[in-house]
């Protein structure tokens, strides 16, 4: 799989594990696990990436076929560097991408640019996180492969940003794209059902990054199921 | 004087005290009157801005008549917030602007965006750095009132940017130019003599961001006087 | 006033102002001499000590003669900082100590060290906080002048810790003096009224740090008398 | 193995990984497999504790008998903290112990004291770096498990603390001593050869903490090997 190509034509659903008590270990595997076999289902045309703690990274990609991308990466180099875990270890445990700038987890502009430079060396996707629309259209400026807008004060309220502030997204698209054709959008911040997936693409992204809802779901092969139907019909419906 | 306006039409040199034994107390005040003297003298045509540290603000715009800057500013709201300073303190104390994220100082990309914004609600001047084009050009989308670039790797070498990567400063100026026509733009790093302030204008910024070069001089005023006559006939005669 | 004697031999109230409104310009003046009036009142017995926002110490310690303390230093030295005070601008500026580790300003074990040697070097007093009576014992290794013992989750509440956790600063007085007879030791969290300022001196400490009770009240003058009146008379006392 | 048991009664060498590009994939692997080769060899008499990057943590301890420690844990629990690695995602992932504050990765107080506190709950391992000995005498009023001495001026140069600066280790053990009696203590720095390790527990510590002199070794097993037979016969030898 190119995963560089693939997350330019298909709808997106990337689940951040977080540090959950499900996010590791049997548990983590068998998300994992849910995540391919709804891939699969629908004949790979919803690409689904998981973001395991980087302890799963080895694992996750061994043993499931879909892309596993880091959740975070440090702006260091390979060396000296006790405890720090730079995107040459990431990508030789398995991660294809990686995730910055969560709003759990802010880097300085300085350290965003770095990390994005170097997945490009390296061939691996950045997502970076925008907290605001403004913030969004800086982070277009550096290039990354996906930016996620998500307003922090709606992360794990269950809240979904495109039903509680839809015009944060459609101007985070209009900002973004002043500057950037390229960059694929996602949705982030409280979208915990299918319906959050459709408004999502049809706010003018091309999917979503979600975390507790499925996390913490009783059924994680369901409620996948349910966001990536959500985001087959409305992204390939509505062209 | 209305200082936002001041930096959209002279050419402008902001004097980084940064934390030399010159920074402060009676040194530190005798820079700041050489730049007051050599302001009056070429009849305010060039702007002239001292940003001492915080100790400094207070006495500084009391005794001087050149704007002061604060070298930087803690990204928090009044509070309960032991040993921070944020903006609204700093401008009580004399600061008409702040520079933020200088290469010494880097700061998260939500904490830039978060005093940019509060800098114009509370109208203030936001000088912000940048250590590469890319940079600049992500910052620019946040639209503070200046974008200093600084490679960091010449900092404090008395080797002036404006010569040894000129490319830096047209790239920058191009890159920010695409996204932000307003946006005064200042070049830094290396900056050593009256010959490198021409150069920077004739790069295409409005002046420099200085610091060693004056803060460790024998004689202060003759190199400030020396930068703001070049600013001032490199500024004005390229007209 | 010899202050590093004066805090081994009288009852200690040390006003954090934090950066409240009423921290700075002349509202953070009046609290300065309010604490100064009363000083005098009571004959110099109960040692105030002021701790205002950096930009303010160069006019408190100017105009008050109460000793004036800086909120944090940053652990840096002399040179090219940009945006960072280091403990020599602080002197200069008139602190004659300053406030390390709070728990709204948590440092590394190595920056504490660092700028409690400095501060020796310096002659100023180290005031450093800890949140738990392990902490302070670890900090008592480092010889500071002062530790305050603060539990976080009593700061800012109005509930004394002296009441509501009085074993925390009992084992906090163990603790030190197992390892370190020397070190002054106060009682911080929650401080609100003179009842609070007898309990923390009954319970073997020196005396208080606070904050909110004063910068906060309506009448600064009447707190700060009633805090150091109840200090004196338990303080001497208790003899 | 009850690892708690083992470092008290045996001399110890712990492998820190870093992050250089002999520390992770197949190479990582072999130096954990040459590691158990010579614990076997010598009878389980010297402890050898591996310490890689957390992308390696559960392969190591699946594929290797030698414990294996995380090279740092950051200071949240379980919950939404998007790229954070708490120590029960690393104990999941089978690491037995966690090194901290390393000279490359410095904590403040309080992260040290949550994470020494959880280490104890979790039955897990704490190794703190100090880079002095006053700092290893404030982490022993922690009550770590172990506590290694770094200068970090002597980091990566080969040239070991146990040489260069004798009266570095001794002190730290003497000042570790006064407060506390139990806590297994290390030599770390310039560690290069069989004689530093010797010279490490002739001047009173269990073992070393090494990086470099291993993990860019052309013969990981032939310098493992040699340094714990040193430490083995110094250890026992000196009985």
Not at 88 to 100: F, N
Not at 131 to 152: C, F, H, S, Y
Request: aromatic share 4%.
């Amino acid at each position: 799989m190119n995963i560089e190509i693939e997350i330019r034509k298909k709808p997106l659903i990337v689940i951040n594990y977080k540090a959950y008590p499900s996010s590791f270990g049997s548990k983590g595997l068998q998300i994992a696990k849910a995540a391919e076999r709804v891939y699969k289902e629908l004949g790979g045309n919803v690409l689904i990436i998981v973001a395991p703690p980087a302890t799963e990274l080895r694992y996750l990609s061994e043993y499931t076929e879909v892309p596993v991308f880091a959740q975070h990466a440090d702006p260091v180099n390979l060396g000296a560097n006790t405890g720090y875990l730079p995107l040459e270890v990431l990508k030789d445990a398995g991660a294809s991408g990686v995730i910055l700038n969560h709003s759990e987890h802010k880097l300085r502009l300085s350290e965003i640019e770095f990390n994005v430079e170097k997945a490009r060396k390296l061939g691996l996707v950045a997502l970076i996180c925008a907290d605001t629309p403004k913030a969004a259209g800086a982070i277009a400026m550096l290039n990354p492969n996906i930016i996620a807008v998500e307003p922090p004060e709606l992360i794990g309220t269950g809240i979904a940003v495109s039903k509680a502030k839809p015009e944060v997204i459609t101007d985070t698209v209009k900002i973004i794209r002043q500057v950037n054709k390229k960059v694929t959008i996602l949705t982030g911040a409280g979208i915990s059902k299918a319906e959050d997936v459709r408004a999502a693409i049809r706010l003018g992204t091309t999917g979503v990054l979600v975390a507790s809802a499925i996390m913490k779901a009783e059924d994680p092969v369901k409620i996948i199921s349910e966001m990536a139907e959500a985001a087959m019909s409305e992204f390939y419906g509505g062209r």
